[in-house]
């Protein structure tokens, strides 16, 4: 993280919950979920991009702890929304207006997440770690994360891929359901 401070840091999670505790739970969802939502929109940089949307609220964090009413999350969500922009505005060449993105684009994915998490509690405790460990890691690691697991469980890969299809199908049933059921924004 940039020119983050530790003070500013501490500052930062006083706001997001008065509770030490439950304000970095608070801070590690809101950061994994923006890397995944930038990561989804082809973002190769969508950690450096986080990291500077962290830097950003809490340089005005002092401000945001005496004005801002409301979800702290939908505050990181438009900053995000600015870095994202200027993001495009770089990687584009200059003749070239960068894509419009959906004001609600981000509550829309946050709702996602929000659902698959959800059912990911819902799975029995063995399907929901065989997933998490399914899709570990990245290429080679992904692989040997794969076959490790396939000889943890006394089965063989194909017999591991069908395993994890199926949960990632109930998994999708799920997600789509709690989606219906969410309220529109």
């Given at each position: 993280m940039g020119d983050l401070t530790q003070e500013r840091f501490?500052?930062?999670?006083?706001?997001?919950?008065a509770d030490r505790e439950a304000a970095a739970l608070k801070y590690e969802k809101?950061?994994?979920?923006?890397?995944?939502?930038?990561?989804?929109?082809?973002c190769c940089d969508a950690e450096t991009l986080v990291d500077e949307?962290?830097?950003?609220v809490a340089a005005k964090v002092d401000w945001l702890i005496l004005n801002y009413v409301g979800d702290p999350t939908l505050y990181f969500y438009g900053v995000a929304q600015n870095v994202y922009k200027e993001y495009l505005r770089k990687k584009l060449p200059p003749d070239l207006p960068?894509?419009?993105?959906e004001q609600t684009d981000f509550e829309e994915r946050e709702q996602q997440y929000d659902c698959l998490d959800?059912?990911?509690k819902d799975l029995p405790e063995d399907n929901n770690n065989l997933v998490i460990?399914?899709?570990?890691?990245?290429?080679?690691?992904?692989?040997?994360?794969?076959?490790?697991?396939?000889?943890?469980?006394?089965?063989?890969?194909?017999?591991?891929?069908?395993?994890a299809h199926r949960i990632r199908r109930?998994?999708?049933?799920?997600?789509?359901?709690?989606?219906?059921?969410?309220?529109?924004h």
């Open positions: 501490d500052r930062l999670l006083a706001w997001l919950d809101i950061r994994l979920r923006m890397i995944r939502i930038l990561a989804s929109r082809g949307i962290i830097d950003r960068p894509p419009e993105m959800a059912c990911m460990r399914y899709y570990e890691g990245e290429k080679q690691a992904k692989i040997y994360n794969r076959k490790r697991l396939a000889a943890e469980l006394g089965i063989t890969l194909d017999a591991l891929r069908i395993r109930e998994l999708r049933k799920c997600v789509l359901l709690c989606l219906e059921e969410a309220p529109a």
